[in-house]
Structure formats: structure tokens, C-alpha cells
């Protein structure tokens, strides 16, 4: 099995938290590690962590070219490396059968200042892969959240919940819950978009013309619309195996309150198998060495464990 790890946005975290946790998990499995960094970057990190992950065992540096940093702030070249190090990391998982993909994190800003009109890791695999039907999904031990809508203004969000687009989402999810996580009756609890999930109409009416009729085409594996407060309030979340937001922050304040750091970012839905810290490029603390690499870690082991969930499942 290999795990390739791209650098994410040079002048964050990315670098660090890559060779922190490469670094303290090469020799505990069989798993081989390729991270694809700028060769001069690699040299700072190095020597700031005192780690050299070209002396270990089943590690590969993939130097991307050389590019200028500016520790603490997002720039062109910033953007462009960490597009570079994807657009390759990509490639050669595409071309490893037993393989998956961590992503550190990017700066959307900066992927904007390259030239790259995507505003996300997720947005840009998904059309790499050509699919539609991808979802962001957040994991931890006893938590998983998925999104209805990923990167979208507050005001569009009605606009694009449409039956369709629920409907693909919810088939995403549950298919990916039994591939890749190996959950053979999925549960999946869908929050209402409207306070008190429109109170019958009262208060919205997203639920009664998409949300509820599009659940009823799926009654034995969802439930809801669970009004959003009370279903966390409650501790609804522990009877089910995911819970499905309507938009990214309803489902991502909860979500990180509660996994304190440790939380997983995935994208169902790929024909790879790829994953992210939860967190993003922290350019206040780039460079300082204090970086917590814990995300990271737990990242390239949800990429390793759906790898094998998901070859286990295709192999009948």
C-alpha cells in the first residue's frame, strides 16, 4: 500500500505536519509514503524539525521544482506549488491500484491568486475525476458528517438543495458507507435546512417540497429532518452512522467542537481514495515549529484503513 502526501500550501502548516506524521509512522506498517514537496521547502522544514525523512525506510521525496516562501501568508506561488504537488499527487495514485491520497491543507485565496478557479481540494479532484456525484464528508471514531452543499454562500444554499442533488448525495453516502467503511445497514440522520426544520412550512418550506419527500424514497436508511440544535442538543447523533448537513458550517461547528482536532476530511464519491486534516494552513503559527500534527496523522490512517475497506469490498 502507498500513501502519497502532497505539501499543501507552502507557506502554512502543510510542510510540517506532512513530515511530522510521516515521520512518526514510517516503521509501524508496510505502508510506502511519497510526498511531493519543493526541494528547497523540504530543506526548511528539515532543518527547523530536526527530521530527514530521506533517511528512512519506505519514504520517497518528489521534488515538485523550486519555489519561493513566504512563511505566514498566502502568494502566487504558494498556490501554484500546492497545485503542482496535487495535480502530480493525483497521477500517481491514479496510476497505483493500492494506493490512496493526503492532501495538507491549501489556501483558497492562494489557489485564486495562480489562477486556479476552484475553490477547493475537493471541487478540483471531483472534476479531475470527472463526477458529479462526490461529497464532503467529515470522520472520527464515533462521528461522520456529510454535506449537502460544500463551498456555497448562505444565500445560494435553497437554490442548489434541490431533489436531485439530495438524491445523489444520499446514494454517494450510502454506497461509501458500506464500501469504504464497511457498514453493511447504514443509518444516515438528515438535519432540516430551517430553524426547527421549517415547522411544517411555517418557517421555510425546503423541507416539505425537497427534503421530506426525497426521505421518504429512502425510509429505511434515513431519518429526519431533524431540527439541527435539538438533534446535537440530544445526543441523536450517537444512533446513526452519519448525519447529513445541509450546508458546511451546520454541519462543521458541531462536528469540530466535538472531535477536538482529531477530525478526518474525505471525499465520497472518487474512484481514489482521498483524505485531509481537518484544519487549514494556521499561517499564524507556519514556520514556528508548533504545529499539531495529529490531524495529519489521523488522516493517513482513515486513507489506509478506506483503502483496504473499499479493495476488500470490489474483491467480493
Known sequence: MTGVVTCGDINGIGPEVA??????????????YKLLIPRNVYEVVSDSTGIDLRK???VEIIDIGEY??????????SGSAAFSALEKAFKLVQSEPESFLVTAPISKYAFRLAGINFPGHTELLASWSATRDFVMMFLSENLKCGLAT???????VSKLLTSDSLKRTIETILHS?????????PKIAVLG????????GLIGDEETKTIIPV???YSSRCF???????????KLYQQFNLFLAMYHDQGLIPFKLMTAGSGVNFTAGLKIVRTSPDHGTAYDIAGEGKADFSSMLEAIDWGYRIATNRRFFYAG
Open 19 to 32: 513530515v511530522k506524521a510521516i515521520n512518526k509512522l514510517t516503521g509501524l506498517s508496510l505502508v510506502n
Open 56 to 58: 528512512k525506510q519506505r
Open 68 to 77: 519561493p516562501l513566504e512563511v505566514g501568508k498566502p502568494t502566487k506561488e
Open 150 to 156: 460544500i463551498h456555497t454562500p448562505l444565500n445560494e
Open 177 to 185: 458507507l458500506k464500501a469504504d467503511f464497511g457498514i453493511g445497514n
Open 193 to 200: 435546512l430551517n430553524p426547527h426544520a421549517g415547522e411544517n
Open 215 to 217: 426521505l421518504e424514497q
Open 224 to 234: 429526519g429532518p431533524f431540527p439541527a440544535d435539538a438533534f446535537f442538543a440530544r
